[in-house]
């Protein structure tokens, strides 16, 4: 099915759009295979949370642009589902902050590195890296999903990042920075090792911190100190795992037919 | 990564193989990257169901058998995800109750179609058809998605389904067929239209009903006919809702980790 073949009443209209788009960026060798599955276990959760972004997202989204305001050295880590998601919105947050990309993958493989940094490029990253930087190992990560810039992800002191494998999130927490995840499963291990878990997909939640980000750079750093050390990461997960039951529950009751 | 690669104590091993199954049978071109899309999905309830099979799915299971053994003509519908995770299995049921296996595709290309009837003769597969028979249209159903083979699903009385668009469900329905639907989620509207829902991963629910086919072929038309009586699906997918509002609670109250 093409983009424009999806009929704009549809009821999952954007999520159907979203799809597309994925099937696309794979066709074009930025999404791997198992990047696509990794988007049909979004789209469930998205669906059972509504497919709208909650308090418990906007709260932590808000951290986030905090954190990137405030830290000495803040990092937004892309891999190809993120690139091919929110690609441009990735570009305007980084841009905007001034806070460098670096492009790292799981999968990992330099040409899909130089495919996803151009690609980002293309659309005005202005700030980016993952190919030609000095290369070193985060250590307990074996093969190259272990291999980080130097001057990007291993030197910093902030990691946004979105859709990320466990082992991963747990290395970065493990070297002591502040991590902050998009991920739609609050029970994934990502989630639960992140400081800072946005439940919320990834197109919206980076829209979302592009408006908070105008919002939060005229505060001063006392003010988003106060926002920062407010933050409860235990509690938004409750909340996230709360909404997940209600939503279910009144599907269930009112006989509304999930429609994926 | 490798099958191989994967190591046997992974707490999640049995899945990351099946994941590593369909991503092989999409470099076939056998699954559609739609088809890992749907994987994803169904990775996610059945992780959310506790990657097992319920009392409810048994239940559907052993009625389906009952059916497929009293239907005059009962005809299994084998689309690309369920000839890539169940082959073999899919292929056991059918010589052992001697049921038809229809190729038939909501991405349908004549191509894939001969590719799968393929891989399944390899397998096996006796008694199987899709590329060559007489083709005719379901009502309702525009485009390619409606086509049919005349001596297969559309005679048929009877037809076992997996991972289906709910259009296509629905347009069986319609044609007054009894239909038995493998979907992992409760929700969806293949799983509320069908007449049986067996909410079980395809290829755990395929090797439960070659089990209660050896059972069941063992009893007469009476009895059989007792069985497909008592079943009622309303209750069913109660007990599937049920048991998803159980276990995430259960996760949530005892901190398990989810590991998606």
Redesign the interface.
């Known amino acids: 099915m093409n983009i424009e073949d999806i009929p704009k009443n549809h009821p999952r209209y954007q999520s159907l759009v979203t799809?597309e788009k994925?099937?696309d960026f794979?066709?074009k060798g930025i999404v791997v295979?198992?990047g696509?599955?990794?988007?049909?276990?979004?789209?469930?959760?998205d669906y059972i949370l509504g497919e709208k972004s909650h308090d418990f997202a906007l709260d932590a989204e808000k951290v986030t642009v905090a954190y990137l305001l405030l830290s000495q050295s803040p990092i937004i880590s892309v891999n190809g589902n993120y690139a091919a998601l929110a690609g441009e919105e990735i570009v305007e947050l980084s841009n905007s902050l001034n806070v460098p990309i670096e492009v790292n993958l799981f999968h990992r493989s330099e040409e899909r590195i130089k495919k996803i940094e151009n690609y980002l490029k293309d659309i005005g990253a202005k700030n980016i890296m993952g190919s030609e930087c000095n290369k070193v190992k985060l250590p307990n990560l074996e093969g190259p999903r272990g291999i980080v810039c130097e001057n990007g992800i291993y030197k910093s002191d902030f990691v946004l990042l979105a859709i990320e494998d466990?082992d991963r999130t747990q290395a970065l927490r493990n070297l002591g920075k502040t991590v902050s995840a998009i991920d739609l499963?609050p029970?994934?291990?990502t989630a639960?090792a992140a400081s800072i878990t946005i439940v919320d997909e990834a197109i919206r939640a980076t829209k979302n911190m592009i408006e908070f980000s105008k919002e939060l750079s005229q505060l001063s750093r006392c003010e988003l100190l106060k926002i920062t050390s407010m933050y409860d990461n235990k509690s938004i997960l409750?909340k996230a795992?709360n909404q997940?039951?209600v939503n279910?529950?009144n599907?269930?009751e009112k006989g509304?037919?999930?429609?994926?």
């Not at 696509?36 to 959760?45: C, D, K, T, Y």
């Not at 509304?256 to 994926?260: A, Q």
């Open positions: 799809r994925l099937v794979f066709n295979a198992h696509l599955v990794a988007q049909g276990r979004g789209e469930a959760f466990g499963n029970f994934s291990r639960q409750s795992f997940m039951f279910l529950k599907a269930y509304i037919i999930f429609n994926l």
